[in-house]
Nanobody, 113 residues
Framework: QVQLVESGGGLVQTGGSLRLSCAAS????????MGWYRQAPGKEREFVAS??????RTNYADSVKGRVIISRDSTRVYLQMNSLKPEDTDIYYC????????WGQGTQVTVTS
């Protein structure tokens, strides 16, 4: 059973930056496409960004396009978040794309105005 562990969240002001990181216990991410997702209380989890393992091709939700960059190495997946807005406040999760592994606990991102 893969256990996903997200980290790097925090409290930042509008316009600030954070770098989220995701690791999987007991394995590398090869050869899976990976993604970042986010969820606010009472709302459905939504897609944020993904990266193809083979090609490195990335895909972003319109709401974050131009402000976030997803990257990966063999053991971690990263989400560099810039120009953060209050509406980016959520719990952020990583998972395969599509999401087929069990969800981790996520990492809280809070952006203050």
């Amino acid at each position: 059973q893969v256990q996903l562990v997200e980290s790097g969240g925090g409290l930042v002001q509008t316009g600030g930056s954070l770098r989220l990181s995701c690791a999987a216990s007991g394995r590398t991410f090869s050869p899976y496409d990976m993604g970042w997702y986010r969820q606010a209380p009472g709302k459905e989890r939504e897609f944020v960004a993904s990266i193809s393992w083979n090609s490195g091709r990335t895909n972003y939700a319109d709401s974050v396009k131009g402000r976030v960059i997803i990257s990966r190495d063999s053991t971690r997946v990263y989400l560099q978040m810039n120009s953060l807005k209050p509406e980016d406040t959520d719990i952020y999760y990583c998972n395969r794309r599509p999401a087929t592994w069990s969800w981790g606990q996520g990492t809280q991102v809070t952006v203050t105005s």
